[in-house]
């Protein structure tokens, strides 16, 4: 069974002493599909922001790395880019000099758990102290508190969602954009992925662990300029939210469009598929 090897290959591949972390485990596909918008929770919850403009968001997850963030910084900074970074609190407790140079740089700086559990499998208290730690692990390293969480994995239950906004003041942040660069497909297929399926307002979600999600990065950022895209981080991108306009009566066919199941503005019709669902097995694999 490939998937099974897949699932073996990557428990057994070293990542640099960190652990490879994808956000989803969507089935056995090569093709990544834009996620749909969900509009979730208004306000409270985004994977997509709709803005007048060529606005999105790269965010960049599990890090910092040693050894690979600071070349990603020295990249964006060539482009004058701005990033989001949804760090891992033993992560940015292990380096809080990469972090403070990420929010000295322009980027923004968040949370994403302490140790990348599933938050739907906690308790609120194991889901508190992870959501804790990582908040003092930031807010020793830049002097302020991150105000956006990425759930590993994307997993977070309703009731999860309410109560940390209303705890922590944090917003969750999902994507609609995945290149699934946590299999490592190498970094053209990286590029290709997230160039293809990126649209105004889109977060596009990475992993700055992955050397080629790294070496995917100077031909992602170059089409994507190209494409005549503007990078802001993600608080910047939800201020620019404005709202959506009236449908155009939506064809409730569900046979794919052609084509358009692929582009990005086939999402704008809202499929609610949550995140969580589709991961093929209770262990993520990523
Ligand atoms: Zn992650």
Not at 106 to 133: C, I, T, Y
Not at 191 to 212: F, M
Request: aromatic share 6%.
């Amino acid at each position: 069974m490939s998937l099974l090897r897949l699932f073996l290959f990557v428990l057994i591949t070293p990542v640099s002493g960190l652990v490879a972390y994808g956000e989803n485990a969507p089935p056995a596909q090569t093709n990544p599909k834009p996620t749909p918008s969900l509009k979730v929770e208004s306000g409270i919850t985004f994977d997509w922001i709709h803005v007048d403009g060529p606005y999105i968001a790269l965010t960049f997850d599990d890090g910092p790395s040693s050894k690979l963030t600071p070349k990603l910084l020295d990249l964006l900074a060539a482009h004058h880019i701005k990033a989001t970074f949804f760090l891992i609190g033993e992560n940015a407790a292990q380096y809080p000099d990469i972090v403070a140079r990420e929010a000295k740089e322009g980027h923004e700086v968040a949370n994403h758990s302490w140790s990348h559990p599933n938050f739907n499998k906690m308790s609120d208290d194991g889901v508190r102290a992870q959501l804790r730690k990582t908040d003092d692990a930031i807010k020793s390293a830049i002097g302020t508190s991150p105000t956006l969480l990425r759930p590993p994995y994307g997993n977070v239950t309703a009731h999860q969602k309410k109560w940390i906004n209303q705890e922590f003041g944090y917003k969750i942040v999902l994507w609609d954009v995945d290149p699934l660069d946590w299999r490592r497909p190498g970094p053209s297929v990286v590029c290709n992925r997230i160039v293809k399926n990126t649209r105004a307002g889109s977060i596009v979600l990475a992993h700055d662990i992955h050397p080629g999600t790294i070496d995917a990065m100077p031909c992602v950022l170059k089409e994507l300029e190209a494409k005549g895209f503007k990078f802001v981080t993600v608080s910047e991108l939800i201020a620019m939210q404005t709202p959506l306009p009236p449908k155009p009566s939506p064809t409730p066919k569900s046979s794919p469009a052609p084509k358009a199941s692929l582009s990005p503005k086939a999402s704008v019709s809202p499929k609610a598929v949550p995140v969580k669902s589709i991961s093929p097995s209770p262990t993520p694999q990523n």
